[in-house]
C-alpha cells in the first residue's frame, strides 16, 4: 500500500511541476505554440568607448589598439589603412583584404565577391609600383574569395602570372563545392607552414578540421600582422549564428590559436582592424555562455520537460526547440548585466542557441559538468608547424 501510494505521490507531483511549465511557457516573450511572424532586429547597443578612433589614412601607419572612423556601410568604396611599414589593410566594399608591400613585389590575401579589380589595381599602384606577384586564400567561403578569377584574369592581361597559394584543405573544399576558381599553385598540408615571399617567411596555419569552415587558415606576416577571416569582430560581439560556424569547439580551438600568436594588426574579416583583446573578448564572452547553459540546462531537461511534452502533444521537433528557447531565453539573461552594453548583444539568444547545440550533442553535462572547451591560449611551440 505504501508503495502504490508513493507511487501515486510521484505522478501527482511530476503532474504538478510539468502544470507549472506550462504556465510559464504562456508568459515567454515570444510565443512558442505556432510560428509567429518576428519583428526585424534593431541596433540598441553603441560601440564601446575606451578605444581612440582615428580617420582612416593609406599615409599614417594605425597605432596598437586603435580603430577607424568609417561607416557601417561603405559600399561601392574601397577604404585602404596603412598598419606598418609594409602592411597595409584594405576595406572593399564589406570585405577586407590584407596587402604586404614587399622590396620588389606586392602580395595580397583574399579576393571578395564583386571585384572593382581595375580600380583595386590602380589604388595599389598608388602606393607601390612593385607589381602584384602572389595570392592567398584564407578559406572557401565565396563572399571573401570569388573574386580570385578576376584578379587572375586582369593580371594576367597585364601579362603578369599570379603565384596562388593555400592549403590543402582549401582544395578539398573547393572540389566538395565545385567551386569554378583559380586552385593553388602552392598548396600546404595541414596543420600548415611556411612560404617564402620577397625574401621572407609567412606563416599559413590551418589548425583545426572544423571552424568557421571546413578550410579555415590564418595568414601571419613577419611585422606582426595577421589576418583570420570571419571569426572577430573589431570593438564588437559576434556575428548572427557565430558567423555561421560549421563547429563550435573547433571555432573556439581556432581562437586558441590566434590568441597564442604575437601580432599587433589583425584583418577578420569586416568592419575595422582588430586587435589582440578582441579576440580574448570573444573567448571570454563565449567561455561565459557556455557556463551559463552548464548552470542553466540542467534544470531545463528531464521528466518534468517530456511530460510536458507528452500533455501538450507537442511534435518532438516543436518540444525541443521550447526547451532550447527557454534555456536560451535564461542564458542571455545571465550575460546582460555584463555584456548588454557591447554591440551585438541583441544577437545573444541567437548565440546562446549555438552554444546550446555544442554542448548539448558534445558535452556531458548531468555526469560530468566540470568539462567544457578550454579557452586558454595555444602557443606556436604545440601547434605542430614546422
Known amino acids: ?10 505522478v501527482i507531483a511530476v503532474l504538478a511541476m510539468a502544470v507549472m511549465y506550462w504556465n510559464q511557457d504562456q508568459r515567454l516573450p515570444q510565443g512558442e505554440h505556432r510560428f509567429r511572424a518576428v519583428s526585424p532586429i534593431t541596433s540598441k547597443t553603441q560601440d564601446v568607448a575606451g578605444r581612440e578612433r582615428v580617420n582612416i589614412s593609406e599615409i599614417r601607419a594605425l597605432k596598437p589598439d586603435q580603430l577607424l572612423n568609417i561607416a ?58 612593385n607589381p602584384v606577384t602572389t595570392f592567398v586564400y584564407t578559406h572557401p567561403h565565396l563572399d571573401h574569395i570569388k573574386g580570385a578569377a578576376t584578379l587572375v584574369k586582369a593580371l594576367r592581361d597585364q601579362g603578369q602570372e599570379l603565384r596562388i597559394i593555400g592549403s590543402d584543405r582549401l582544395v578539398q573544399a573547393m572540389d566538395r563545392y565545385q567551386q569554378q576558381l583559380p586552385r593553388p599553385t602552392e598548396i600546404i598540408p595541414a596543420p600548415g607552414g611556411y612560404f617564402e615571399f620577397d625574401g621572407l617567411l609567412f606563416k599559413l596555419a590551418t589548425p583545426v578540421d572544423v571552424a568557421h569552415s571546413t578550410a579555415d587558415s590564418y595568414v601571419l606576416f613577419p611585422d606582426r600582422v595577421i589576418t583570420f577571416i570571419d571569426f572577430v569582430y573589431a570593438d564588437r560581439l559576434p ?32 568592419s575595422n582592424v582588430s586587435a589582440p583583446q578582441d579576440v580574448a573578448r570573444f573567448l571570454e564572452y563565449t567561455s561565459d555562455l557556455y557556463d551559463a547553459w552548464i548552470e542553466t540546462i540542467p534544470y531545463n531537461w528531464g521528466v518534468p520537460e517530456y511530460v510536458r511534452g507528452k500533455l501538450k502533444n507537442d511534435y518532438i521537433a516543436v518540444w525541443l526547440r521550447n526547451v532550447f528557447d527557454r534555456v536560451a531565453y535564461k542564458m542571455a539573461a545571465r550575460l546582460e548585466p555584463r555584456w548588454g552594453h557591447y554591440p551585438h548583444f541583441e544577437l545573444a539568444l541567437d548565440h546562446a542557441l549555438k552554444v546550446q547545440w555544442d554542448g548539448f550533442l558534445h558535452y556531458d553535462f548531468h555526469g560530468h559538468p566540470e568539462i567544457r572547451p578550454l579557452f586558454t591560449p595555444i602557443s606556436p611551440d604545440n601547434d605542430r608547424i614546422q
Open 1 to 10: 500500500m505504501s508503495g502504490k501510494l508513493s507511487w501515486s505521490i510521484t
Open 72 to 129: 557601417e556601410y561603405p559600399v561601392g568604396e574601397i577604404n585602404i589603412q596603412k598598419l606598418t611599414v609594409n602592411s597595409y589593410w584594405i576595406l572593399h566594399n564589406l570585405h577586407a583584404m590584407t596587402l604586404y608591400v614587399g622590396d620588389t613585389e606586392v602580395l595580397l590575401v583574399d579576393a571578395p565577391e564583386d571585384l572593382f579589380v581595375d580600380r583595386l589595381l590602380a589604388r595599389i599602384a598608388d602606393i607601390t609600383p
Open 239 to 270: 556575428l548572427h549564428d557565430y558567423s555561421g560556424v560549421q563547429n563550435m569547439t573547433g571555432y573556439i580551438t581556432f581562437l586558441r590559436h590566434i590568441a597564442g600568436e604575437s601580432w599587433d594588426f589583425g584583418n577578420t574579416g569586416h
